[in-house]
C-alpha cells in the first residue's frame, strides 16, 4: 500500500481549516483547495477531532464547536500523544523519557437509548457473520483487537491488552484514547445499519477504569531497590496508588476510577522534585524512622503515665475510705 507523504502544518493551519469549515465547505472540498490528499487532511486535523473542537454532523461533514475553540492551544500536546499495541517484557515504549505518562487498562461504559429490536442483537448479529457469546444480560463480541458487552441499556467497551498511550500529561493521554473509543462506537454504529447510540445528539460514555503509570519512576524505583511492595487505598479500601514493575518500568501507577486523572496530575510535581533531588527519599525515609522511634517513645511514656495515674487513683479511694464519715 501507497503511504501518503507527510508534511509539517503550524498553528495557523488548524486556524485555516476551522475558518474553511465555518465557511460550510466539507473535508472533501478542503483538501482540494489546500492542495492536499483527503488522508494527509484527515491525519492533520485529527487534533481537533480529539479535543472536539470539531465534531461529526454527518458523513464526511464536520462542524466547529465553539465552546472548544479555547481548545486551540493543546493542538501540538494532542499531536505528541503516541499510541503502542503492546508493551513488551523489556519496556519497549516509543520513548524512554521520565518525563512521560503510560496511560492503559481503558474500559468505557457507553449508555444507549432504547433501540428497536435491541432484544434481537443476537440473532441479527449472527446474521453479519459476527460471532456473539451469551452472557448475563447480553452478549459479547470480540471487534477488531477490542471485546465488547452488548447489554439492554449499555455497551461496554474494553480497550485490547497492553493498548497504551503516551503524554506528558494523563489528561492528553485519555483525550486520544476516548477519541480512539467514539471511533469504535461509530464503526458499531454502521455495523448495526447505521443506528444511532447518542441520546438526543450526546454519547453518554465515560471510562470505566482507566490507569495512568509515571514511568521510570524514582519513587519506584526506590521500591523496587528495596523490594518493598506499596499500594495506597482510600478511606473506602479502594487502591489508588501502587508501585509496579512488570513491564521493566519502575511504574508509580494511578488507578482510582473517578480521580485517577487529577491524582496523577496532582502528584507529578513531587516526583520531578525527587528527580532533581534524588536525595529527598532518603531523607523522608531517616525522618520517617524518627518519626516512628518518637511515637514508640511517645506511646511507652503514655503508657508509664497511665499506670501511674491509676496508682494515684487508688490510692485516692484508699484514702476517702479511711477519712471519718
Same mark, same amino acid.
Given at each position: 500500500?501507497?503511504?501518503?507523504?507527510?508534511?509539517?502544518?503550524?498553528?495557523?493551519?488548524?486556524?485555516?481549516?476551522? @475558518?474553511?469549515?465555518?465557511? @460550510?465547505?466539507?473535508?472533501?472540498?478542503?483538501?482540494?483547495?489546500?492542495?492536499?490528499?483527503?488522508?494527509?487532511?484527515?491525519?492533520?486535523?485529527?487534533?481537533?477531532?480529539?479535543?472536539?473542537?470539531?465534531?461529526?454532523?454527518?458523513?464526511?461533514?464536520?462542524?466547529?464547536?465553539?465552546?472548544?475553540?479555547?481548545?486551540?492551544?493543546?493542538?501540538?500536546?494532542?499531536?505528541?500523544?503516541?499510541?503502542?499495541?503492546?508493551?513488551?517484557?523489556?519496556?519497549?515504549?516509543?520513548?524512554?523519557?521520565?518525563?512521560?505518562? #503510560?496511560?492503559?487498562?481503558?474500559?468505557?461504559? +457507553?449508555?444507549?437509548?432504547?433501540?428497536? %429490536?435491541?432484544? #434481537? #442483537?443476537?440473532?441479527?448479529?449472527?446474521?453479519?457473520?459476527?460471532?456473539?457469546?451469551?452472557?448475563?444480560?447480553?452478549?459479547?463480541?470480540?471487534?477488531?483487537?477490542?471485546?465488547?458487552?452488548?447489554?439492554?441499556?449499555?455497551?461496554?467497551?474494553?480497550?485490547?491488552?497492553? #493498548?497504551?498511550?503516551?503524554?506528558?500529561?494523563?489528561?492528553?493521554?485519555?483525550?486520544?484514547?476516548?477519541? @480512539?473509543?467514539?471511533?469504535?462506537?461509530?464503526?458499531?454504529?454502521? +455495523?448495526?445499519?447505521?443506528?444511532?447510540?447518542?441520546?438526543?445528539?450526546?454519547?453518554?460514555?465515560?471510562?470505566?477504569?482507566?490507569?495512568?503509570?509515571?514511568?521510570?519512576?524514582?519513587?519506584?524505583?526506590?521500591?523496587?531497590?528495596?523490594? +518493598?511492595?506499596?499500594?495506597?487505598?482510600?478511606?473506602?479500601?479502594?487502591?489508588?496508588?501502587?508501585? @509496579?514493575?512488570?513491564?521493566?518500568?519502575?511504574?508509580?501507577?494511578?488507578?482510582?476510577?473517578?480521580?485517577?486523572?487529577?491524582?496523577?496530575? %496532582?502528584?507529578?510535581?513531587?516526583?520531578?522534585?525527587?528527580?532533581?533531588?534524588?536525595?529527598?527519599?532518603?531523607?523522608?525515609?531517616?525522618?520517617?524512622?524518627?518519626?516512628?522511634?518518637?511515637?514508640?517513645?511517645?506511646?511507652?511514656?503514655?503508657?508509664?503515665?497511665?499506670?501511674?495515674?491509676?496508682?494515684?487513683?487508688? %490510692?485516692?479511694?484508699?484514702?476517702?475510705?479511711?477519712?471519718?464519715?
Amino acid at each position: 500500500m501507497k503511504r501518503c507523504k507527510k508534511i509539517g502544518v503550524n498553528f495557523d493551519f488548524y486556524l485555516g481549516v476551522i @475558518d474553511l469549515l465555518k465557511s @460550510d465547505l466539507n473535508l472533501k472540498q478542503i483538501s482540494k483547495k489546500l492542495g492536499m490528499s483527503r488522508q494527509n487532511l484527515n491525519y492533520y486535523i485529527r487534533p481537533l477531532k480529539v479535543l472536539n473542537i470539531i465534531e461529526r454532523a454527518g458523513y464526511g461533514v464536520w462542524r466547529i464547536n465553539e465552546k472548544n475553540i479555547a481548545k486551540l492551544q493543546y493542538v501540538n500536546s494532542i499531536k505528541e500523544v503516541k499510541k503502542q499495541g503492546m508493551v513488551g517484557s523489556q519496556g519497549n515504549v516509543f520513548t524512554s523519557s521520565p518525563n512521560q505518562v #503510560r496511560s492503559h487498562g481503558y474500559v468505557f461504559t +457507553l449508555k444507549i437509548p432504547n433501540i428497536k %429490536n435491541w432484544h #434481537r #442483537r443476537i440473532e441479527f448479529l449472527e446474521k453479519k457473520k459476527v460471532v456473539p457469546k451469551e452472557m448475563k444480560g447480553g452478549c459479547s463480541i470480540s471487534y477488531g483487537n477490542y471485546k465488547i458487552h452488548l447489554f439492554n441499556g449499555s455497551i461496554v467497551i474494553y480497550f485490547p491488552p497492553g #493498548r497504551s498511550y503516551y503524554s506528558d500529561r494523563p489528561i492528553f493521554a485519555f483525550l486520544r484514547a476516548f477519541y @480512539d473509543c467514539k471511533q469504535i462506537i461509530f464503526k458499531l454504529e454502521k +455495523l448495526f445499519q447505521n443506528q444511532r447510540f447518542s441520546i438526543q445528539g450526546e454519547y453518554w460514555l465515560k471510562p470505566s477504569r482507566h490507569h495512568y503509570a509515571l514511568i521510570h519512576n524514582e519513587f519506584a524505583q526506590y521500591a523496587d531497590k528495596n523490594k +518493598l511492595k506499596i499500594q495506597i487505598r482510600d478511606h473506602k479500601g479502594k487502591v489508588w496508588l501502587l508501585v @509496579d514493575n512488570s513491564f521493566n518500568l519502575h511504574e508509580t501507577e494511578f488507578i482510582h476510577e473517578k480521580h485517577a486523572i487529577k491524582d496523577t496530575e %496532582n502528584f507529578q510535581p513531587f516526583f520531578n522534585l525527587i528527580r532533581e533531588n534524588p536525595k529527598i527519599l532518603e531523607d523522608l525515609k531517616q525522618d520517617n524512622d524518627e518519626m516512628v522511634q518518637r511515637i514508640k517513645d511517645l506511646s511507652e511514656s503514655q503508657m508509664n503515665t497511665t499506670i501511674l495515674l491509676e496508682q494515684f487513683d487508688k %490510692n485516692l479511694k484508699l484514702i476517702i475510705d479511711k477519712m471519718p464519715g
